[in-house]
């Protein structure tokens, strides 16, 4: 079973503010984006990791993981599914439709190793594929806006509602039909997992640990070097 890994890494990071990227930002000496990488060049069987990068991108060719012989890149689009969708072009080729593809976000650092061994045993014989998702915790309430409000018009059970994470494990072809076909209706997809289920098709929810983060605001940076020293101390 080959499995081939993509990082998705050509966005601005507008919500953080700032002119670096925040997969560029520093990270316990290093970048988040090396970082989340570093997760996937850990797992055994992981072929090569495609970065999709943005087309005026200035930061990557300063990596290490530039020169890394497991490591390539592609040229992103301005919404994730492009991104997605480039990289997985970049290896069809050389991949087969039966291989599968673990997609990861680039502002994701604190993956466990264990967290994505467990995702791949768990779907590698699922004929959908599956992602790595975690319960919500908080009472849930959806709204009702109005010119003036915004009003609860329901809580939600949380009982049912799980938060996406990634890495996220489907076969090549089926995830790039499922793109392709998303991107010719611009429908909006907002993960892998979305474009899966607007083909019929229900992704395997796989439990994986809360402290698997995406780093949106300055304040997730500090609580991801708290979270990576933990694991290190764990480790030693």
């Known amino acids: 079973m ?10 601005v990071g507008s919500r953080l503010g700032g002119p670096v990227p925040k997969q560029y930002l520093p990270l316990l000496g290093r970048t988040v984006v090396e970082r989340s990488i570093d997760c996937l060049l850990a797992i055994p069987g992981v072929k090569r990791v495609v970065v999709a990068i943005g087309a005026h991108d200035v930061y990557w060719q300063k990596l290490p993981y530039a020169q890394h012989p ?6 992103g689009g301005s919404e994730r599914q492009s991104s ?6 970049s290896i069809h080729a050389e991949a087969k439709s039966e291989d599968w593809v ?6 994701r650092p604190c993956v466990k190793s264990e967290d994505i061994v467990n995702l791949i045993d768990r779907v590698k014989d ?25 009003r609860v018009a329901e809580t939600l059970d949380r009982a049912q509602l799980y938060n996406a994470l990634t890495p996220q494990m489907f076969r090549i ?4 039909s499922a793109l392709s076909e998303a991107a010719e209706q611009s429908a909006p997809i907002t993960d892998e997992a979305s474009a899966m289920e607007r083909m019929g098709w229900s992704p395997l929810l796989v439990e994986g640990c809360k402290t698997n983060i ?18 290190q101390r764990l480790d030693d």
């Open 102 to 107: 673990l997609v990861h976000d680039a502002v």
């Open 173 to 176: 072809e089926k995830l790039f």
């Open 70 to 75: 497991r490591v390539t890149v592609v040229t």
């Open 214 to 231: 995406k780093i949106t605001h300055s304040s997730d940076l500090l609580l991801a070097e708290a979270i990576l020293n933990n694991l």
């Open 84 to 89: 997605v969708l480039n990289a997985l072009r």
């Open 2 to 11: 080959a499995i081939w890994a993509i990082v998705p890494a050509a966005g």
């Open 126 to 150: 699922d004929e959908v594929g599956g992602l790595l998702a975690s319960l919500m915790d908080n009472t849930v309430k959806r709204a009702a806006r109005s010119e003036c409000a915004v």
